[in-house]
T-cell receptor, first 116, second 112 residues
Framework: DTEVTQTPKHLVMGMTNKKSLKCEQH?????MYWYKQKAKKPPELMFV???????INESVPSRFSPECPNSSLLNLHLHALQPEDSALYLC???????????????FGPGTRLTVL | AQSVTQLDSQVPVFEEAPVELRCNYS??????LFWYVQYPNQGLQLLLK??????LVKGINGFEAEFNKSQTSFHLRKPSVHISDTAEYFC??????????FGSGTRLLVRP
């Protein structure tokens, strides 16, 4: 299995809602990533987990809360988002052996988020 | 500053013609270099990567890239494109923390 899966595909939420994005991989990868991608722009790194511990937070607002319950699963909890947070949210994973992040990253198809 | 530059925002080309998508990296970006493709409403798919070794790297779908250290370039080429190659292409390098630094992307538009 060489896939990273993400659910849901699309999400529409109001500014007062709480929702979660889910990402899963079964490749035995130990590093997982969240990216945000606005239209016609490259992905921007948000968070990196290595061996289920948060290793990089790119100064992301606290209304985005990541969670890594186990080595295969990565969640992104959303609360009190703003319309400007509407974007494609991409999850990725890499081998990450011994904490190294230099391996290629495998991306999921993304969740298209719209905040009203 | 650590950066990856894709000078062409859009490259139109006729089907079956050759294409080159340009990518230059700053010397402070490590020489782990990647090309990703993104089809509409999809995630990113790795086309090819350069980590070390031969400077000519072959990838999927008939693409190849050449690492040129003296020109700090990693241009992507394909000898004959298909309509299905229409997509956004991102060049990326890794910084000293092994974070991916993406270029701004090049939209390849293949016309019949």
């Amino acid at each position: 299995d060489t896939e990273v899966t993400q659910t849901p595909k699309h999400l529409v939420m109001g500014m007062t809602n709480k929702k979660s994005l889910k990402c899963e991989q079964h490749m035995g990868h130990r590093a997982m990533y969240w990216y945000k991608q606005k239209a016609k722009k490259p992905p921007e790194l948000m968070f990196v987990y290595s061996y289920e511990k948060l290793s990089i937070n790119e100064s992301v607002p606290s209304r985005f809360s990541p969670e890594c319950p186990n080595s295969s699963l990565l969640n992104l909890h959303l609360h009190a988002l703003q319309p400007e947070d509407s974007a494609l949210y991409l999850c990725a994973s890499s081998q990450g052996e011994a904490g190294a992040l230099r391996d290629e990253q495998f991306f999921g198809p993304g969740t298209r988020l719209t905040v009203l | 500053a650590q950066s990856v530059t894709q000078l062409d925002s859009q490259v139109p080309v006729f089907e079956e013609a050759p294409v080159e998508l340009r990518c230059n990296y700053s010397s402070s970006v490590s020489v782990y270099l990647f090309w990703y493709v993104q089809y509409p409403n999809q995630g990113l798919q790795l086309l090819l990567k350069y980590l070390s070794g031969s400077t000519l790297v072959k990838g999927i779908n008939g693409f190849e890239a050449e690492f040129n250290k003296s020109q700090t370039s990693f241009h992507l080429r394909k000898p004959s494109v298909h309509i299905s190659d229409t997509a956004e292409y991102f060049c990326a390098g890794m910084d000293s923390s092994y974070k991916l630094i993406f270029g701004s992307g090049t939209r390849l538009l293949v016309r019949p």
